[in-house]
């Protein structure tokens, strides 16, 4: 399994301010979610394809407007899977100052569809679709277990990450809307990646 974490600057920019692939380092966790044992490795790095590597930022800048939407009716930060790409899911965390934290999860796959670069059919989870929001669905069926084992430990992922951002933004070397490139928050992200998912 793989995943994509980026933070958008805060609209009207959106802009990715820090992005990181990783892949999961929990053996135990690939028990649960995947279907075919040994579809994967617990080796921590992303094994993502060629043609899904670059289609990652399409798949969080299309599930914005839904967050931008979402975001005002509930008073929660931590939005949960907000939309579904083929099999690929998205989780939305809102900061303070109006950035968003963002994880795309890709399980892997021997089919092209499966790692979302097929066709896709109407209602599969596009955005608006009732199958892409995650807030106020009931989830049913062996995808909607995956689900279910996944909020927990994305929900401390996000927990972690966002107070290493408070500390990072706080820093008077801080500026809006640039890159971040401070390795002492990439290795906090990775570590948490590593804990947690």
């Not at 005002?72 to 939305?92: C, E, F």
């Amino acid at each position: 399994m793989s995943y994509y974490f980026t933070i958008l600057s805060p609209a009207p920019a959106s802009n990715p301010v820090f992005e990181y692939h990783f892949g999961t380092s929990k053996p135990s966790f690939l028990l649960h979610t995947t279907s075919a044992p040994g579809a994967s490795t617990a080796d921590g790095s992303p094994h993502f394809n060629d043609k899904l590597y670059h289609l990652l930022p399409f798949i969080v800048h299309s599930s914005l407007d839904i967050v931008e939407e979402v975001q005002w009716t509930t008073g929660a930060m931590y939005l949960k899977q907000i939309d579904k790409w083929q099999s690929n899911l998205v989780w939305y965390f809102l900061a303070g100052g109006g950035a968003k934290l963002v994880l795309v999860w890709c399980p892997e796959a021997t089919s092209g569809a499966a790692q979302g670069l097929g066709s896709e059919k109407p209602g599969q989870g596009r955005p608006g679709s009732a199958t892409g929001m995650g807030i106020g669905k009931e989830k049913t069926g062996k995808s909607g277990d995956v689900v279910s084992a996944m909020e927990e430990p994305v929900r401390a992922f996000f927990a972690e990450v966002y107070e290493n951002w408070i500390k990072t933004v706080m820093s008077p070397f801080f500026v809006l809307d640039k890159e971040v490139q401070s390795p002492v928050f990439k290795g906090k992200v990775a570590a948490a990646g590593r804990r947690f998912l």
